[in-house]
């Protein structure tokens, strides 16, 4: 029986094509966020489980990672995310790094889940991250920074949508509002995260198998729902509209706008699914109805350094997948037409790949990017395969031309055909 062609179920082959719409996404990920005074960094794809069972998250651990034993006993994991990683990374020099630490990375990325629109079980993500500042700052400039990256992409500011929530105001609503203990608490704040998967009759169900009998009578569930269904912060009871997380994240809020991003607003049901983060959380949102899905999250997780035995280090930060951005570019129609980096092809005529040799090698060393076709093939069959790879200039080599030091320069778009002596052959190349 015949090999298998196709790649792992929720794997990709990139073919050139492919890849050059990585490399698009990735360099402007990678412009916006040194332009924000990022640097990169990167780590093993492997790490030792135990960091990930710390704070991740039981859905994550228990169903969505590879993990197994190495030879050695160990017990190791095919990276899920990347944030226990650079905290790791961090703990590791906490006393020599300088603060506040701006870093960012684009790591390979592995969960085992059901492959969907906008969800792989491979892929790459974008990860920013700042260490070393305490206050709402670091939550305005990573927005702000999110914010800079569509718009680099050319997208604008009705095409996606920014909600924010803060931990602390949800674990006191919980607590003290409601009235729930740690394990209700625990129970409905992964019942809230996973709203968008049932429908409000089945949340409202299981709201109430989680509450006892006095809790359903005294309105528990009434109650919760209201606070979810506020619009706007002023929405929320007037003794939680004071609680100091409330006032961080009006805060946060009112500097957005003031720095010209409209579109951030409160939202009751954003929890984020890990249970490392500590404070304000947000995520950005496709407003388009064919594709109207979570785009990117992150958040501030103070803790997280600080399990690895050291001084804990404040940290806000996000993850954008390049899946989900992918969609995006293509339900707005913002994906460019990407083009190879060849520069030009050089068709030969007959046998003078030994005379063309030095010739394409002054065009490379001018600064071209030059593909060479087989020898001894129809020059009608080398024009098709420069066209078939979209490569538009050609540079055509043959004893005629090598004879007379006069060569033909064509554009396969346009079909100008241009004489250039060989001294003039790059510039020529470069115009055409």
Do not use: C
Request: charged letters at 30%.
């Amino acid at each position: 029986m015949a090999l298998s062609t196709q790649p792992y179920k929720g794997a990709r082959d990139f073919y050139p094509e492919d890849k050059r719409l990585q490399k698009y996404m990735f360099a402007k990920w990678r412009q916006v966020a040194e332009r924000f005074g990022y640097e990169e960094y990167d780590a093993p794809i492997l790490e030792p489980l135990d960091i990930y069972l710390a704070k991740t998250g039981d859905e994550i651990v228990n169903e969505q990672t590879y993990a197994f034993e190495d030879r050695g006993g160990r017990k190791v994991v095919i990276r899920p995310e990347m944030t226990p990683t650079v905290s790791r990374m961090v703990a590791a020099r906490r006393q020599e790094l300088g603060y506040p630490l701006r870093w960012y990375s684009i790591p390979n990325l592995w969960r085992y889940e059901r492959p969907q629109r906008g969800r792989l079980r491979e892929h790459w993500q974008l990860n920013v991250d700042i260490f070393g500042v305490k206050d709402t700052s670091a939550e305005l400039e990573m927005i702000i920074l999110v914010d800079a990256i569509f718009r680099s992409f050319g997208a604008k500011s009705d095409m996606y949508e920014i909600r924010l929530n803060d931990r602390v105001l949800v674990d006191y609503l919980l607590a003290d509002y409601l009235g729930l203990n740690e394990k209700s608490r625990q129970t409905v704040s992964k019942l809230i995260d996973r709203m968008p998967k049932m429908s409000r009759s089945v949340f409202i169900s299981k709201v109430d198998e989680s509450l006892t009998a006095k809790q359903r009578e005294a309105g528990v569930t009434e109650k919760l729902l209201a606070l979810l269904d506020a619009k706007k912060l002023q929405d929320l009871p007037a003794e939680a509209q004071k609680q100091p997380s409330a006032q961080e994240l009006k805060t946060v809020l009112d500097q957005l706008k003031a720095a010209g991003i409209k579109t951030a607003r409160f939202d009751g049901t954003l929890m984020r699914g890990f249970d490392y983060y500590t404070g304000v959380v947000f995520e950005v949102f496709d407003t388009n109805p064919e594709n109207n899905r979570s785009l990117l999250g992150g958040g501030r997780y103070d803790g997280l350094v600080g399990l690895f035995g050291v001084a804990p280090v404040p940290t806000v930060g996000f993850g954008w997948g390049d899946v989900t951005l992918a969609n995006f570019l293509e339900t707005h129609r913002l994906l460019p037409a990407l083009q190879p980096e060849t520069d030009v092809y050089v068709a030969l005529i007959g046998d003078v790949s030994h005379q063309a040799t030095p010739i394409v090698a002054d065009l490379r060393q001018g600064g071209l990017n030059v593909a060479v076709g087989a020898a001894g093939k129809k020059i009608g069959d080398q024009l098709k395969n420069a066209d078939k790879k979209g490569i538009e200039r050609v540079l055509i080599i043959g004893e005629t031309e090598l004879k007379n030091g006069m060569f033909t320069v064509k554009n396969l778009k346009t079909g100008q055909e241009t004489k250039v002596a060989a001294a003039k052959l790059a510039k020529a190349i470069k115009e055409a």
